[in-house]
């Protein structure tokens, strides 16, 4: 009959197309991944980038334990295994900048970087580098944040990074036309963590993730005050976090970013999370201890003027969570 | 006892080399070899019109040479450790002192006990003069602020840097020879010139600074005038000048007559004799017996100046006072103020000079108290602490000032207050310290760019740095410095961009510049 001739035709054409199909994408697939194999690929492979809903989802979790928090905000983005990969070197940026204790919310909670250098290491991760270019004297600021002693404990490789041409590299700031000089293990990097803590600036009215990351550049950064909103652009271009964990369990709510007295500090105790920048920093304005909008922080906005993300928290899923 | 003394020598330059690496935070008993200097301790109280409790420790020393003489210089002194060394293993080949005739080498005039008399006379007016010419200070100084900046220079910019020897910052910065931060102070090339001089001078004579220049070790010379420990030599000497050639220090004479206060004990004499009729010890010699029946020849001469020039030294110390002090004239107790120092001071009689926090508020009592030893230098975190050259005139040379340029006081520190041995830089407890005003800060507001750096790292919890905002909250119109809460740390002033001139300085509340007061 016929009509055994027409469905082995169509049979055929499906699994022809099948067949084309899975070789025309497959095969590059296949052959990039034979190049990748032996002869070392010019660039350092990049962790996976995670599932698209995932630049799209923060997660904030609400409760006492700090450590525990942060623990289960990396759990609701799928877990530390999603980011960092068997063997790759992750650098934790915590905001160190003051010499000020934990309490007085000047600076990352230790329990956090600690939580986080774990669950890095868990997931497989060769080496764990924890450091700031510190505003004050680095020794001092590291040893009374008790950042040192806490990373150290939880495993992670403690740097200093010193005023010397050595540990920068001078990179291009494509707005600005300018080359600022930046930590070199920054961007030498598998996958980059910044923690930061939640806090208010005299100048930018909060610090929270993006401003984090001039703890990376070199240089005489007070001048880049006049524009920060640009300037801190032109950084999240050059250095892209690939997870943002704002400690905001202790937020501190005036006098900032330095502190220095207990009336100042609010209990806010909220871990955010979340892979786009922008985002994690637009939840935190929003947390009631600031009571702002992400449009009120210049350098939030101009980010995501330049689409460096997402500043509008309607597009936004938020993972809600508490302990 | 030779190797007994060589063993003891590493042991106390090591200790000094291992306090010196430990003077970074935390604070630890690092100043032992300062609190138990006579020199320091002595010119310190003459001069500071003070009794220092710390430096009661110095009676360690004063006691041991009482009773065993010079060992603080044969077996302790780092300086005279590190002439040994280089003595030993540089100079022996082209030491000049075989080529000076043996007479002549050994009578380069004493000039160490001049010295003394000098600072000690120049103290009693309340000048103190100890820190420039005390061998600890000496040595201090040159290994801490010139010797250890160099290493870490080479160490960091030519071994880890341009070698790729990176893996020898971890380790090196653990045991202290590496410093995290960059180490600088200016005029250092000085204290290098200083050593490389006493260390010229062996080419001369060997330890010539410990024989002829050292006013600690003319102190101790003195003191040793009843020491038990002394050296003797027998009858039966046979005059062969073994012993004269081997003394490093000219203790013994060509005519075999030994000057006890120049002895340090170090027993190279004992060995070399060939009849073993020199020796060092605790045998009393038997006195009102005749030289043939003691055994021993009535060989003790003195090595000390004419009482003439003890007077002149004494005479040039008294007429120093005056033109050093930063009172002028009125060191003598009038009101003369006509001295160099003086003439650079304002109307409050204050120097114009940021001192560090705790130091004597009256800058003459400050100057008279610091022995120049060195150690805030070392230890501020900063780096901001640096030596005075001629800034606050001759006096006040080595003297350490606050540079925000360089570094800042920063604000959960009181490692200074803490090692000071004189306590011119007063012990505060951290919380006093917080509250101490070092300076007011002062904003040239036709300098300022606006960029908020100060008032961001103002470190005080009130901020005294607060900005005037414009009416819709957005620029700040300009920044003031709330004048009450301002302590002149100096953290501004070091991180403001302007150049070359910041926008924003400290200045200290008597200087004319200083518009907040």
Known sequence: ?323 | MISLRRLSQIIFIGLFIYFLLLTVDPHSPVNVFFITNPLLALTTILAGRTLVILLGASLIIILSALLLGRVFCGWVCPLGTILDVFHKFITPKICLEKKIPAGLSRNFPKIKYLLLVLILSAAVLGINLAGWFDPITITFKFLALSFYPALNLIIKNIMIDRWGWSGLSQPLENVGILDRNEVFFQDAAVFIIIFLIILGLIFIQRRFWCRNLCPLGALLGLLSFSKLLRLKIGTDCLTCQKCVKTCKMGAINNEIKILQEECIQCFACVPVCPVDTVSLNFKPIPVLTNQSETGFRPTEISGLPARRSFLLAALIGVASAPLLSARGGSAFGGKNNLSPAALTTTDNNVLAILRPPGALPSEEEFMNRCVRCGQCLKICPTNGLQPLFLQSGLYGMWTPALMPLIGYCTYECNLCTQICPTEAIQPLEIDVKKKWVIGKACINDRLCIRCGACEEHCPVPEKAIKAVWDEYGEKPLRYYVECDLCIGCGLCEHVCPVKPVRAIRVYHTGDKKCFNR
Do not use: Q
């Not at chain 1, 590291?142 to 990373?151: C, F, L, N, V």
């Open chain 1, 1 to 323: 009959m016929k009509k055994n001739n027409n469905c082995s035709r169509r049979e055929f054409l499906e699994k022809g197309a099948l067949i084309g199909g899975l070789g025309f994408f497959g095969l590059p697939l296949l052959t990039t991944h034979l190049l990748n194999g032996e002869p070392a690929p010019p660039e350092k492979p990049a962790p996976d980038e995670p599932p698209a809903d995932l630049t799209k989802t923060i997660s904030v979790v609400s409760g006492d334990d700090p450590a525990k928090m942060t623990a289960l905000a990396i759990e609701s983005l799928g877990g530390m295994a999603t980011f960092v990969k068997k063997d790759n070197v992750v650098v934790v940026k915590p905001n160190i900048a003051w010499e000020r204790a934990p309490e007085l919310a000047a600076t990352t909670n230790p329990e956090v970087v600690a939580t986080i250098v774990r669950e890095c290491l868990k997931a497989g991760a060769k080496t764990v580098k924890v450091f700031d270019r510190t505003c004050n004297e680095s020794r001092r600021c590291y040893r009374t944040s008790g950042i040192e002693a806490a990373a150290k404990e939880a495993g992670a490789e403690v740097l200093f990074i010193g005023e010397r041409e050595s540990f920068y590299k001078e990179m291009p700031f494509p707005k600005k036309k300018v080359t600022w000089p930046i930590v070199k293990e920054a961007l030498e990097c598998d996958v980059l963590i910044n923690v930061p803590i939640a806090k208010h600036h005299g100048l930018s009215k909060l610090t929270l993730g993006i401003k984090n990351l001039m703890g990376l550049m070199g240089g005489k950064r007070g001048e880049i005050h006049k524009e920060l909103g640009l300037y801190l652009s032109d950084l999240l271009t050059v250095v892209k976090p690939h997870l943002t964990i704002i400690d905001a369990y202790r937020v501190l709510v005036s006098h900032g970013p330095t502190g220095g007295k207990p009336e100042y500090v609010k209990m806010a105790r909220k871990i955010i999370a979340g892979v786009d920048p922008v985002a994690v920093d637009a939840y935190a304005t929003t947390l009631p201890e600031f009571g702002l909008t992400p449009y009120d922080i210049e350098h939030i906005f101009t980010a995501s003027e330049n689409k460096l993300g997402e500043i509008d928290l309607k597009k936004i899923k938020i993972i809600e969570k508490t302990i």
